[in-house]
């Protein structure tokens, strides 16, 4: 059921535990429904998901391979589309989202990032396997959807004993180490061994890195650029593939100081991920505070001192907000800079006091930021 208390977040261009929400694994379109479950360990999502094979029993277990991995992962499979699903489950306690479409589902990625575009307590995160797929999603999401670039096709390679025909034009492989080329031979060469292969799709789930590496953070305190990534292998983009990729609204993880680390930072429209997870905190945490206090107070008197309990439990949460890094001090590093105005009952009109609304609270801060880039100057003296 919908809060009684409605947050809206302007926010102005110069704007420069737990963790925050429960990853939900989401298979769509499943040959058997599963209820919606909140698991803490990884035995529990093989038997809800019914084993070990599938991608998204992997996309669990690497989110819980990672650094700051979240206490809990929710999985749900429905007999419905993806859209409809996200829908079935829309009231449930998660935020950061993955999707496993089934084989029949007609929906797509961008599809659910139209879901998902305009909430407030949910985030879309999904792999490509190339940056021009990036363009469809983003012109359905762009603030809270997350696209990481990351092959997700590969070859399985079999040998075959003895060939037949003209290797050149019949699929043949041949291997050199670890790779495999096309056969160039007119005829078969019995001193070689030759290798058929087949596509297969896999590692459509390694954006759930990028899920268990934050999910279990407080909101705030942490860039989503260059965080550390377990189980997985760098890409080695060139320079201009990787712009590009970024220019695109994707990211990917690459190798740095020795480290697996995120490229980027940004949702797919080009904002933070940072900002954008602030944002939802400072929201979700405000109307559930002033929600409780609705709930345990035999009234709230729409009076001064009423509203200046609204005012109190909107500065408590900023400072919240300050503690956890998300808010920026002034100039002499100390002092918060955020705001609380909260206008009086007489600034309120004599219909809204009769109809018992309240609109005249009014909240500024100003992110704090992050460094992601740095220029450092030397000067060598002989």
Not at 59 to 87: F, H, M, R
Not at 186 to 196: L, Q
């Amino acid at each position: 059921m919908a809060l009684d208390i409605k947050v809206n977040i302007s926010q102005a261009a110069v704007a420069g535990s737990a963790g925050f929400g429960i990853p939900l694994i989401l298979v769509s379109k499943a040959s058997a429904a599963v209820p919606y479950t909140e698991c803490e360990k990884l035995s529990e999502v093989e038997t809800a998901l019914g084993g070990k094979t599938s991608n998204a029993y992997k996309a669990a277990a690497l989110i819980w391979k990672q650094d700051n991995a979240p206490e809990k992962i929710a999985v749900y499979a429905s007999t419905n589309d993806a859209v409809v699903a996200i829908g079935e489950v829309a009231n449930k306690g998660w935020r950061q989202l993955l999707v496993f479409f089934g084989e029949n589902d007609t929906k797509t990625a961008a599809d659910v990032a139209e879901a998902v575009e305009g909430s407030t307590d949910k985030m879309y995160f999904t792999t490509v396997g190339a940056t021009a797929n990036i363009a469809a999603i983003k012109a359905k999401g762009e603030e809270n959807t997350v696209v990481m670039y990351y092959p997700i096709s590969d070859y399985v390679y079999t040998a075959v004993a003895s060939p037949t025909g003209n290797p050149s034009t019949s699929s043949y492989y041949e291997k050199d180490g670890d790779t495999y080329t096309a056969s160039e031979d007119t005829s078969v060469n019995e001193s070689k061994t030759y290798y058929t292969r087949t596509a297969i799709t896999v590692l459509n789930y390694a954006v759930a890195a990028i899920v268990g590496a934050s999910a279990g953070r407080e909101a705030g305190s942490f860039t989503y650029k260059n965080l550390i990534i377990s189980g997985l292998e760098p890409q080695t983009l060139s320079d201009t593939d990787l712009t590009a990729l970024h220019t695109a609204g994707g990211f990917t993880i690459v190798k740095k100081a020795g480290d697996i680390v995120t490229s980027e930072g940004k949702a797919v429209g080009g904002e933070f991920i940072d900002v954008i997870d602030s944002k939802h905190w400072i929201i979700q945490n405000i109307e559930y505070d002033t929600q409780k206090k609705l709930n345990i107070e035999a009234k709230v008197p729409y009076t001064d001192v009423g509203i200046s309990s609204l005012a109190t439990i909107t500065a408590n949460v900023l400072k919240k907000a300050f503690d956890n890094g998300m808010i920026a001090t002034d100039e002499d590093g100390v002092t918060p800079m955020y705001g609380v105005n909260f206008k009086p009952r007489s600034a309120m009109t004599a219909l809204q006091r009769k109809n018992r609304v309240y609109t005249g609270g009014n909240f500024t801060f100003t992110l704090a930021g992050a460094v992601h880039t740095a220029t450092i100057n030397g000067e060598l003296v002989i």
